[in-house]
């Protein structure tokens, strides 16, 4: 849903069906992530495994081939940084 | 032009499923449902509907599974009873929020333990909150008449609300009686095709039943709500159309002999027709005493009530259920709560009994008038009266 959509309950679409696709995108759910991974360009042989299994897709590959986390859905969960085979993503805490 | 036939329930309700050309049936066999099912799995088998019929694990699966089929706009129905009723129970709500007319048989059974097969209305009631219209037939023929008009009231555009039609069980479902069928081609015109207005397609995805943070979740709550209710007028219209072309007309309440009646009994289901014959005594002795059944329980027919109730002084329930360390009966409860404002001149008196298929006779029934009589002059001390169980 967008953020700005606040109908009320007689605008309120037939059963909040949302009727095209990709409606997830207008979603900022990597709102409460409390850590961000940062990559380390110096260690990271760009394998894509940090790609494979972000369970969210927020990884983003970029045409240096370098994968980035999308922080507008990253949660956070570290996964990346586990399967990291160079350790080159460490999990640094959000400042609120 | 119509044929009369006898028929047990089960067949009732299995071939107004098959006049309404259903296109998909998901089930789980349980007792006394199992026969509807039964004999839809042969209409398939035998070429005599053209269906799919999707033999499921579980009433949890047999509802989902029509869930998707009604998403896709099929004509989908199920039917259930008892425990495996409470088992659908999340899927309710699933069906009921996103809109999905399906439509659905329930053979009233009582909640085990103790473990009873026989009929009360334990599984219906737990339904009463979720979004589905819920009504109750009296005989076979209604049974019949009420899934086929039912399929019209569902997809209705205006409506889009899973039905279920209760008829008790054993008492309606392996009971034989005559019903009327009617023409094929008559029904065609009758029921026009499913034409959901959301159906989900490859060229046109869609997300049903979606997160929604607090900020939107109670407006879509109060929509539903206002559907459900608005869609009482929609029934009474279709149940008129289809008296138009039937023959046989229903009403959220049916009034029987209510005429300057003092005192009025309200049943539901087939114990309605035992209550009519002891309405039938205790006129011919001159009592001023009638009956009103309660047909349609979700939309609750408020004003229907209040219309039939005006010139009553007594109001006795008959509830075939209980709500634990509630106020009696959820049936009873409800009128009162209904009545509440406007008729505080009308005593109600609450009953429970007939609980898994407990016998009520015309005595009985007699007795509970008399006794529900006597307590709206002295009153009680209890919350709800008993009728038929040993103390």
């Known amino acids: ?96 | 032009m119509s044929n009369m036939v006898a028929l047990q329930g089960h067949f009732a309700v299995s071939e107004a499923a098959r006049m309404a050309d259903v296109d998909v049936v998901a089930a789980y066999p349980i007792t006394p449902q199992t026969q509807i099912i039964e004999r839809i799995a042969e209409m398939v088998s035998s070429g005599g509907l053209n269906a799919v019929y999707i033999p499921v694990e579980s009433e949890h699966s047999a509802l989902s599974a029509c869930s998707g089929a009604a998403s896709v706009g099929a004509r989908t129905f199920t039917a259930t009873c008892g425990q495996g009723f409470l088992l659908m129970h999340e899927v309710f709500y699933w069906v009921a929020s996103v809109r999905q007319p399906v439509v659905m048989a329930v053979t009233n059974r009582a909640i085990g333990p103790p473990n009873g097969i026989w009929c009360d209305y334990s599984d219906a009631m737990t339904a009463r909150d979720t979004g589905w219209i819920q009504m109750f037939a009296l005989n076979n023929q209604e049974a019949f008449d009420l899934i086929l008009s039912g399929f019209r009231i569902a997809e209705h555009q205006e409506v889009l609300l899973p039905l279920m039609v209760n008829l008790d069980g054993f008492t309606l479902s392996h009971v034989i009686e005559p019903v009327v069928l009617p023409e094929q081609e008559d029904v065609d015109r009758f029921l026009p095709k499913n034409c959901h207005p959301a159906v989900l397609h490859p060229d046109s995805p869609m997300t049903y039943g979606t997160v929604l943070m607090p900020d939107l979740y109670a407006e879509n709550k109060k929509a539903l709500d206002v559907v459900v209710r608005d869609s009482k007028t929609i029934i009474c219209k279709v149940w008129e159309q289809y008296g138009d072309r039937f023959g046989r007309y229903y009403k959220p309440i049916e009034c029987y002999r209510t005429e300057g009646a003092d005192i009025l009994v309200m049943s539901m289901g087939s114990l309605s027709e035992t209550a009519k014959v002891a309405i039938d005594r205790k006129r011919e002795k001159g009592q001023s005493v009638g009956l009103i059944v309660l047909r349609l329980w979700r939309p609750f027919p408020f004003e229907e009530l209040l219309s039939a109730t005006k010139e009553a002084k007594v109001l006795i329930v008959l509830d075939r259920c209980i709500s634990h360390g509630g106020p009696g009966g959820p049936v009873c409860a409800e009128v009162k709560s209904a009545l509440f404002d406007t008729r505080h001149d009308l005593k109600v008196v609450g009953f429970v009994g007939a609980l898994s298929g407990r016998n009520l006779s015309v005595d009985q029934f007699e007795d509970m008038i008399d006794k529900g009589e006597t307590i709206a002059t002295n009153g009680s001390e209890e919350a709800y009266q008993t009728v038929g169980i040993r103390e």
Request: hydrophobic share 30%; charged share 25%; glycine share 6%.
């Open chain 1, 1 to 96: 849903m967008p953020e700005d959509y606040k109908p009320t309950w007689q605008e309120m679409k037939m059963s909040c069906i949302i009727t095209h696709p990709g409606a997830d995108s207008d979603a900022k759910t990597g709102e409460w992530r409390y850590q961000r991974p940062i990559l380390d360009k110096t260690l990271c042989n760009k394998c894509g495994l940090c790609w494979l299994y972000c369970p969210d897709s927020s990884m983003i590959p970029f045409e240096n081939g370098f994968f980035e986390p999308d922080l507008m859905y990253c949660k956070g969960c570290g996964i990346c940084a586990k399967e990291c085979p160079k350790q080159a993503i460490t999990m640094e805490e959000e400042k609120f």
